[in-house]
């Protein structure tokens, strides 16, 4: 058997009383699209942050590709592209040096052209990061997950707050992400179903289950993944929608 893209055992992560993550194993194949479902606080962003070596585990072990995210970062860092929900970028830089600074850390970095085209930016090239809108900063960092040509991709909340065309744009952009391992976090069911080869469903820090987005479907009785969601965990999965 190949050597997994991500490998999780038994990983704890607490913040005082608040257990966020509670004993999660799972291992995630090379090329495979895993989802990450939950409601907020479920443990999701703490999750990805310990995979990708940002926050130190209480316990457990991490692998991505063999390797310790915290201890071998140089390497982890060349083989991982990030993206976070807040991205904290240098406001007053401009699309192109953002991506131009990016671009130095790697070395086969994705054309820049290619990169602005995939997310839509071609026009904001010139523009300073805190001119772009909500939107267009969430593209710019879906963007510079890639620059690198990262064997796994990490995306968190892909789409949230994109409107229906950029929606569509991003997901043909993760389709097109033949080779990499991707890790999904999303509250979407329609981007979940249509992207991801299996669901890891959160609660509480647990894995309630880990399956494909049909079998869990089949193992809750259910008629879609939403009231797969909803049987599984027992809560209503807030999305953008009824939120
Ligand atoms: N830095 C922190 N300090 C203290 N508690 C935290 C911190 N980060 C997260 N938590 C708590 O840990 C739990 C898990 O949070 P986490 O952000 O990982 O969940 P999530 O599933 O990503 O939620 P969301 O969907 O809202 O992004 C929550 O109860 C949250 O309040």
Redesign the pocket.
């Known amino acids: 058997m190949s050597q997994p893209a991500i490998e999780v055992e038994n990983l704890h992560?607490r913040?005082?009383d608040?257990?966020?993550?509670d004993d999660v194993s799972l291992t995630v194949a090379p090329g495979e699209v895993l989802g990450?479902l939950?409601?907020?606080?479920?443990?999701?962003?703490?999750?990805?942050?310990l995979i990708a070596g940002l926050r130190v585990p209480d316990r457990g072990r991490v692998r991505v590709l063999g390797r310790d995210p915290r201890r071998d970062r140089a390497a982890v860092r060349q083989l991982l592209g990030v993206q976070l929900?807040q991205a904290e970028l240098h406001a007053a830089l401009t699309v192109g040096e953002l991506l131009g600074l990016y671009r130095s850390f790697y070395p086969d970095p994705r054309p820049a052209d290619e990169l602005l085209d995939l997310v839509e930016l071609r026009a904001q090239r010139r523009t300073r990061f805190e001119k772009l809108s909500g939107g267009q900063q969430q593209r710019l960092s879906i963007a510079l997950a890639l620059v690198g040509r990262p064997q796994v991709v990490i995306l968190?909340?892909l789409t949230t707050g994109l409107d229906p065309r950029a929606r569509r744009r991003m997901w043909a952009g993760v389709e097109g992400l033949r080779d990499e391992t991707v890790l999904l976090?999303s509250?979407a069911m329609d981007e979940v179903q249509r992207l991801c080869d299996r669901v890891v469903l959160?609660d509480a820090?647990r894995v309630v289950a880990l399956d494909t987005p049909a079998g869990l479907v089949a193992r809750a009785g259910a008629a879609n993944l939403e009231e797969a969601f909803v049987r599984l965990t027992g809560k209503e999965l807030v999305t953008e929608e009824n939120a």
Request: proline letters at 0%.
């Open positions: 992560k913040y005082g608040v257990v966020a993550v990450v939950g409601v907020n606080g479920a443990g999701k962003t703490t999750m990805i942050e929900q968190d909340e976090v509250h959160l820090g």
